[in-house]
């Protein structure tokens, strides 16, 4: 079963049981995976990986403009969007992912960041933000 599929049954149920906020969550987040597919993207994890992101990122302009209420629904479609995700990776194991490729790269000063990234990036597969590497990353060339 794909996560189109998923999302679709998920839908259905949803939609029976009137929850129109999900409703829409789950509309948009099928349209997307559906355009997606029809341009032969082909990957869906990346899919909701970048929905996920614009609606954070929405969020906090939503607040930094004095919208609490359109940034609270922002961020209720991001978890609608995140339950799809797998889980993200806690600092620890992110730190070891990254210290692994600083290893592998032989990275020695903050000028080698890019070989840091381009080594950890694959391994931490989409279960941790590319922000978040970079900030580790920086914090073991620097250390």
Known sequence: MTLAD???QD?????KAGEKDRVGALRLVLSELQKDAK???????????RERKRRNESAAA??????????D????????????LPAELSD???????RDAVA??????PKDMGAVMKAAMPKVAGRADGKRVSALAQEALRG
């Open 92 to 98: 620890d194991e992110l730190r070891a992912i990254v």
């Open 11 to 15: 839908l259905t149920s949803a939609m």
């Open 73 to 84: 629904a922002e961020e209720a479609e991001a978890k609608v969007i995140a339950a799809y």
């Open 62 to 71: 939503f607040r930094d403009a004095g919208r609490p209420e359109l940034a």
């Open 104 to 109: 592998e790269s032989g990275a020695s000063s």
């Open 6 to 8: 998923m999302v679709k």
């Open 39 to 49: 341009e032969g993207g082909g990957d869906e994890l990346a899919v909701l990986r």
